[in-house]
C-alpha cells in the first residue's frame, strides 16, 4: 500500500524568507510524487512532480521540491516566499509499478505574512 | 480551453434525496476521477473511469455511483444521500497512466451539504 505523510497541519513563514513544505512518503515499488496547491475555493492546481533523474525538481511560480530516496522525503521548497504564496498544499505519491491512483497526503497550510 | 469544469457548484439535498454531478473535460484525457475533499484527510478517490464505457472503484466507493457514457463526461451519482457525505467533490482528467503523461488536472469543485 501506497501512503503520504505530511506533519505540519500549517506553517508560517515571513514574506522573503525561505519556505519548505515538508512531505514523507511509503511505496513498494517506484515513487512518482507530486505537490499540488489549493487556493480558497478553487480546485487543486498541479505544481510539480518527480519521475525519475535529477534529485531537485522544479515547478510553477518559483517552486522547486527535493526527493531523498533514503530518508522517503520530497519537500516543497521556495527560496523567497510571497504573501500571495498563502494557500493550502498536498503532497502526493503513485506507485509506478500499481496502476495510477494517487494518494494524497492531509495538506498543509502556509501562511505568509507581510 | 475550459479545461475540466463540474455542475453543480452548490447543492443542498435532504437525507435520502438523489442527485448527479456532471463533470466535462475538453482535453481528450483517457482518465477521469472523483475525490472527495474532507478537512484533515486530504483527498480520497471515490471511483475512477479508465476510458470511454470503464469505471473502477477507488478507495472510498460505498454509496456512489458512476458512469462514463462519453470520453469527455464523467458523472457521479448519489442514490440515497447521507449526511457523511456532506464533502467537497472534485473531479479530475489525465491523458494516459503513463510517467509523463498521468498529471492530473482538477475542476473547482462541488460542495455539497446533506442535512
Known amino acids: 500500500a501506497q501512503s503520504v505523510a505530511q506533519p505540519e497541519d500549517q506553517v508560517n513563514v515571513a514574506e522573503g524568507n525561505p519556505l519548505t513544505v515538508k512531505c514523507t512518503y511509503s511505496v513498494s515499488g517506484n515513487p512518482y510524487l507530486f505537490w499540488y496547491v489549493q487556493y480558497p475555493n478553487r480546485g487543486l492546481q498541479f505544481l510539480l512532480k518527480?519521475?525519475?533523474?535529477?534529485?531537485l525538481v522544479k515547478g510553477s511560480y518559483g517552486f522547486e521540491a527535493e526527493f531523498n530516496k533514503s530518508q522517503t522525503s520530497f519537500h516543497l521548497k521556495k527560496p523567497s516566499a510571497l504573501v500571495s504564496d498563502s494557500a493550502l498544499y498536498f503532497c502526493a505519491v503513485r506507485d509506478g509499478n500499481a496502476g495510477n491512483m494517487l494518494t494524497f497526503g492531509g495538506g498543509t497550510r502556509l501562511m505568509v505574512k507581510p | 480551453n475550459a479545461g475540466v469544469t463540474q455542475t453543480p457548484k452548490f447543492r443542498v439535498l435532504k437525507t435520502g434525496q438523489s442527485m448527479t454531478l456532471l463533470c466535462a473535460q475538453d482535453m481528450n484525457h483517457e482518465y477521469m476521477y472523483w475525490y472527495r475533499q474532507d478537512p484533515g484527510m486530504g483527498l480520497r478517490l471515490i471511483h475512477y473511469?479508465?476510458?470511454?464505457?470503464?469505471?473502477a472503484k477507488g478507495e472510498v466507493p460505498d454509496g456512489y455511483n458512476v458512469s462514463r457514457l462519453k470520453k469527455q463526461n464523467f458523472l457521479l451519482g448519489l442514490e440515497s444521500a447521507a449526511p457523511s457525505q456532506t464533502s467537497v467533490y472534485f473531479c479530475a482528467s489525465s491523458y494516459s497512466a503513463g510517467p509523463i503523461t498521468d498529471t492530473q488536472y482538477f475542476g473547482p469543485g462541488t460542495r455539497l451539504t446533506v442535512l
Open positions: 473511469s479508465v476510458g470511454e464505457g470503464t469505471t
Open positions: 518527480y519521475i525519475t533523474g535529477d534529485n
